[in-house]
């Protein structure tokens, strides 16, 4: 069936996606039309957000990719009002479902209980501590979280118990919870990786309309930096013939801002994405279209996507292989390559509960 228009539309104000199509799921596939009207004759409705609380049964989610950093990770939410065009979390929504398009960056999901079941869970007398990464899949400070305090909540369970834990985000709210992060991080318990995809003001609201500035998550750099926090910057996903020339930009202002390490991610076209980009590089940027697309396909084998383990978060090929060059000359040169010890795993304890008999005596 076919699940997204060829026409391009622009897009309700502050969102990313240009269409609405049907997850690869459901029995029945909507599809966009030309009836006519231009956009100058009509305007776009704008686009509000729901939140439905999602009755989760677990909170830790296990992960077996050789690819990523993490074993294990939690996501507060589902579905990410940051509307970033390239997101790989997009195609979730098809599983509840919802388009991986606008639904995806208007109908969100929130985990009311996040914060208890994670303490259920460490306080089984078999649990073993590992490191948590929380947001693997959707940013944990959606706009959301600043009356929500989802993403809050589990992190206080976290310093409560002294699990070490990563987090990774866009968003300047993180700075909200420094009373938190600064003394797990004197701890080794914490770790913050910022997502700084552009320098560019005008990029950053077409690519990624409702999150931070590129400013502020440089302050939040900073911020966290000063705190005593360690910060890693996230130069992700690097698209060729748009923002890949930035690299070393973006680098050295997180450096100055007291950033101690750094990654990149190539872009990455998995299903549903792959349309939505399209569509997005035809609205916003069509005179770079067919160069931005010709170039991902050459760092995928000629396709425009490949899933394939080892090579999915890098690419391949000759472009590849200059942005991996490119990038390791870069870190060095503003000094990102510090090595991290592991997070301390050894500090975890249960906490003691009120009543218990170790309080008589304490």
């Avoid at 729901?50 to 294990?72: C, H, M, Q, W, Y």
């Avoid at 979280?145 to 866009?170: G, N």
């Avoid at 003394?183 to 990624?208: C, F, G, H, W, Y």
Wanted: charged content about 25%.
């Amino acid at each position: 069936m076919s699940t997204f228009t060829q026409q391009a539309h622009p897009a309700p104000r502050g969102r990313g996606a240009r269409s609405n199509s049907s997850g690869r799921y459901e029995a029945q596939a909507r599809e966009a039309f030309d009836d006519g009207w231009t956009p100058d004759d009509a305007q776009p409705a704008k686009l509000k957000t729901t939140l439905t609380a999602e009755k989760a049964r677990v909170i830790i989610s296990k992960n077996a990719s050789p690819d990523v950093g993490f074993s294990r990770s939690i996501n507060p939410y589902r579905g990410c009002e940051h509307g970033c065009i390239y997101c790989y979390a997009r195609p979730a929504h098809a599983y509840m479902g919802l388009s991986p398009g606008l639904d995806f960056e208007s109908k969100l999901f929130f985990k009311p209980e996040a914060a208890s079941l994670l303490e259920a869970e460490f306080s089984k007398p078999r649990y073993q501590p590992i490191a948590i990464h929380i947001g693997g899949n959707t940013d944990p400070y959606q706009p959301q979280e600043r009356t929500l305090r989802i993403t809050r909540s589990i992190m206080e369970v976290m310093a409560r118990f002294q699990h070490p834990f990563s987090i990774i985000t866009k968003s300047a709210l993180v700075l909200r919870d420094l009373d938190l992060l600064a003394p797990l991080a004197q701890a080794n318990l914490v770790r913050v990786a910022i997502s700084v995809t552009t320098l560019d003001r005008k990029l950053a609201r077409s690519m990624e309309p409702r999150a931070a500035t590129p400013d502020r998550r440089i302050a939040a750099i900073k911020g966290l930096a000063d705190a005593g926090v360690p910060v890693i910057v996230m130069f992700a996903p690097v698209i060729p013939g748009l923002n890949d020339h930035e690299m070393e930009a973006v680098l050295e202002r997180a450096g100055q801002a007291g950033a101690r390490g750094a990654g990149y991610v190539a872009l990455r076209l998995p299903l549903e994405i792959k349309d939505l980009f399209r569509e997005w590089l035809a609205t916003d940027h069509p005179d770079r279209a067919s160069r931005v697309m010709s170039l991902v396909r050459q760092m995928r084998g000629g396709k425009d996507y490949d899933a394939d383990w080892g090579t999915r978060m890098k690419g391949q090929g000759p472009l590849a292989d200059l942005m991996a060059v490119r990038f390791q000359a870069a870190r060095k040169r503003y000094g990102l390559d510090v090595s991290f010890d592991g997070l301390d795993l050894g500090k975890f304890k249960v906490p003691g509960k009120v009543g218990d008999q170790r309080d008589l005596f304490g």
